[in-house]
C-alpha cells in the first residue's frame, strides 16, 4: 500500500479555486490509478475524479467536470486536483486515495488519506 498526505484544503468564496495536492509515500506511486472523493455531512463519499497511472485518462463526476482538474506528477509522487467555479455545494471533506484500476466506487480504492476540508460561503 502507499500512504497518502492530502494538502491545500480551506475556505474560499463562491466562484472561488483551491487546488490540493496528495503526497504519496513509497516508489509504487505510478502503479496507481489516483482518485479524488468528497463527503459532506450526513452523506456518503463520492466520486469526485481519477486519473490513469501515467495521466494519460482522466476521469470526473458530471457535478464536477468542466470545473475541476485532475492531474499528476509521477516525478513527484503527487496528485492534484484544481477546483475553480466552486459553489457551496462543494463543501465536503476531500480525501485522495489509490487503486490498482480506474473506479468511480469507493470500496475499490486501497489507500486513503486522513482527508482535508473544504469549505464554499456563499
Known amino acids: 500500500q502507499v500512504q497518502l498526505v492530502e494538502s491545500g484544503g480551506g475556505l474560499v468564496q463562491a466562484g472561488g479555486s483551491l487546488r490540493l495536492s496528495c503526497a504519496a509515500s513509497g516508489r509504487t506511486f505510478s502503479r496507481y490509478v489516483m482518485g479524488w472523493f468528497r463527503q459532506a455531512p450526513g452523506k456518503k463519499r463520492d466520486f469526485v475524479a481519477a486519473?490513469?497511472?501515467?495521466?494519460?485518462?482522466?476521469y470526473y463526476a458530471d457535478s464536477v467536470k468542466g470545473r475541476f482538474t485532475i492531474s499528476r506528477d509521477n516525478a513527484k509522487n503527487t496528485v492534484y486536483l484544481q477546483m475553480n467555479s466552486l459553489n457551496p455545494e462543494d463543501t465536503a471533506v476531500y480525501y485522495c486515495a489509490a487503486a490498482t484500476a480506474v473506479s468511480h466506487t469507493s470500496e475499490q480504492y486501497e489507500s486513503w488519506g486522513q482527508g482535508t476540508q473544504i469549505t464554499v460561503s456563499s
Open positions: 486519473i490513469s497511472r501515467g495521466g494519460a485518462s482522466t
